[in-house]
């Protein structure tokens, strides 16, 4: 077990910090807020030499990175940074990065997109990168961002697929908490070092010329896609050999995602990111209303844990989804439609209702969450109609 | 342009192509209608249509010029114009192949 | 494969060379059957190849909706537009045919020297000097309009009528082409009277 | 040859022979990007590469910056001790001019500036030729593409074609030069001194496309020839944005003329006088421009002090 420290750090310190012990090789920065002070952070660690990382400060996200392919495949350990709109902008890339399988580490600090413009927090952007082919993992906090970065070096690296670690905008990434530091060595030894050959084909190898970003036609296009396919699958059991390893250093075990008081529970609300906190103290207050109600957070959305949510959903009479951006689509948000797919793997077929809510910032109260599980549970009765799947939670009238 | 399909499992990740110069599997000259046909005698292996051969169907040594590679030399005729010597000259691809089958008909 | 449920349709594959006009000439075909009240389809197989590499399209007219959007894999008919095209992709061109189908080339060699290079003995064979007529007509190795005429001549897929309308319509709606309609209407019909059936 | 045959490009292309050129001036290993378009498309097709060197494709805008990419990341590993001290590389970007004058140039003017050891050469034929022949910034005035045809209303190109290589030397990098795949021996020059300088060095070479330019394939030199010859591409280097050297003056330039009535894309504009004088006009003002800017630079080099002559000569490999 590793020496632990207990300090107290926004959500972009301890992303800075973690990505301070593990030295990574290269950082393509651009700035885009809340993201911005992060690098800020790091910057000073490069320039203290404190870091060998080359931080390279590019002319925008996409070409954030194109610089981070361009470094993952010629042997780099690699790490850049964005919010909303910037990683709206660089999701061309995305698909390049996922489909070369190169390692590399994105913190996407969740921010909305415009119009109209939000610097403020909610989860749009992250669902752009959904079907991208990275892996993605929602931090709660900042000792989860903290630890998600650690992690996700080594699941990436793994995995060979890139990865995204999210965390929300202002909400973790400038909010002060306690966090616990492991030290610099239990870091640097869990990712171990940089090395060329981590990859199977590092271009900086010119001895071995190989060629990245081949243009396929349609008689092998088909192929290397389900080869992606079927190695992404193989992720659920990267992340779990991570998480284990990572117990092991840090005496904290995870889970794809997160069960509170769902054993008994008819009613279960499932959210990302920040909000699960006040979900569970709206679940708490429920209870002590003698409500059997539980709650679920998807800690790894992507690969997304099917098998895990159905089990946790096996039971529940109904479920209600707390989407934190919009589809637009007629059905529902994001996670919505990932829950309901989810629900195909058990024999249980609970009440589905979904509501949308912290939208560009907008603050969530334990009541307003209360009102989620109130209009569920009168739904799934037949005491109250529906005309749509989707509802707002936090609208004026 | 033929090679053997791959089944999904026999690809290397990513999409990578690890094997350098593989292209050589494709026979461009196939596109071919017009041959450089070289005059020796005329030649001085310059080297000049070697440089300028976009093909790389032009084999040579520090010294000298061999035979242009017909199984990718596309028939630019690049070469031709570019000798200085006149060296080459380009010849329809369908009067060797015709003059061909007739020897091989009798 | 294709699945052709309806036995009135009639699949055509071209092989051409990228700049002959392959492609033009076999949407044209199509687009004269349309004319005729007939529903048409021609796609062409897009590759990375550039100009002067082979191509392939595919035709379908059918008096039926035609529903398929694969390529013609058993032809009925093969145009071969440019005649190097033999010796350098006889595999590509022979894939799929058998003693039934139609070949329709262009070249100027006599038919038993097509027979032997393309080893067709017994098959249906047609041949039009659609490039001389071309460099004839207009000057350019462009020879998809006399071979459009050879076509209609050997398969009766459409009449020449029609595919006189269909190039007057097409070369007159470009301002480049415009002034080239009376020569390729000349080696359209020229096409149509000079292809003959091999023995 | 770094390009090995059996790559899909058109009989008669001009990029070959450009890449051939550069690569082989090179003699420490070497890793290539490439923009999207037709040298990328043509080379690395799925299962086989064309490509005997390490080569990185990742989208149409990117070239430099995969390439600064690939560089930062030798320069850590190196600072780490993963690749030895003594491992010298090369890193060079391709683009065709689409994805260099266009749509990459943010991203090529950022690498420029952040001075990244990056060689990037643009072989510029003068539009979109991969999608099938586009006007781009490097089209010329007049010229046919299929985004500004021939009508009754507009003739073609309504805009001069942009000085990319102007704005590449006003970034006050190291080295910036024009070129021709012709003139093989400057080329393969100007490549040597590029690599022998630290930081970012910018090539525009011009490379005639007998696909969209619509000229016969044996005529790709030919026209390159004379596009120098007419000073319709001047030849030239520039070291720091400041010292300017012509290399090739023809003593009588060709009429332009005849390199416009070579190519069917832009011959209409013979037709067209007031056409034809903006172009001899461009021609004419930007070859006196080159003229005096190396004059200028004789006298800064001079007051300064610096051995002009000494300024563009190779090292010795």
Redesign the interface.
Known sequence: MAQTKVIALTGNQAAAEAMRQINFDIAAVYPISPQTELMGFFAEYVANGEVDTEMIAVDGEHSAMATCIGAAAAGARTITASAGPGIAYMVENLYVASGMRVPIVLLDVNRALSAPLSIHCDHADSMLTRDTGWISIFSENAQEAYHNIIMAVKISEKAMFPIIVNYDGYIVSHSIEDVEILDDETVRNFVGPSDIHRIPYPLLDTDKPVTYGATAQPDYYTECKYQQHVDFLKVYDVVREVFDEFAEISGKRYDFIEEYKTEDAEYIGISMGSSFGTLKDAVDRLREQGRKVGAIKIRLYRPFPVKEVAQALSKAKGVVVLDRADSFDGIGGPLFKDIATALLATENNPYLHNFIYGLGGREIHEEEFMRAFDRLERLEKGIETRENFVEYLQVRE | MSYQLKPWHEIPIGSIVPEAGSSKINHTGSWRMLRPVLNYDKCTHCLICWIFCPDDSIPVSPQERFETDFEYCKGCGICAVECPYDALEMVPEMEIKLKELEEELG | MTTATDKGMREIRWHG?GGQGTVTAAKMLASAAIIRGKHGQAMPEF????????VKVSTRISDHIINTRAPVDNPEIVIITD??LM???KDIIKAGTDENTVFIVNTN?PPD?VR??LDIPNNELWIVDASKIALEEFGRNIPNTAVLGAVAKATGIVDLDALKQEITEAFEAS?KLRALLPQNLKALERGYEEVYKAE | MPLAPGHRMCIGCGIPPIVNEVILAINEPVIISNATGCLEVTTGVYPVTAWNVPWIHVNFQSAATVMAGVEAAYKVLKKKGVIPEDKKIHFVAFGGDGGTYDIGFQALSATAERGHNVLYVCYNNEGYQNTGYQKSSATPIGAYTKTTPVGKAKVGKQEPRKDLTMIMAAHGIPYVAQASPHIFRDLTRKTKKAISMDGFKFINVLEPCTLSWRFSPEDTMRLAKLAVETRYWPVYEVIDGKYWKVNIKPKKPKPIEEYIAAQPRWKHVLKYPEILEKIQKEIDEKWNLLLHLEEMSKKLAEEEGVDYEELFKVPED
């Open positions: 060379r590759g990375l190849e550039r100009s002067g590499t082979p005649p190097s010796f350098t992709i060699f020297k032997k290079i301002s």
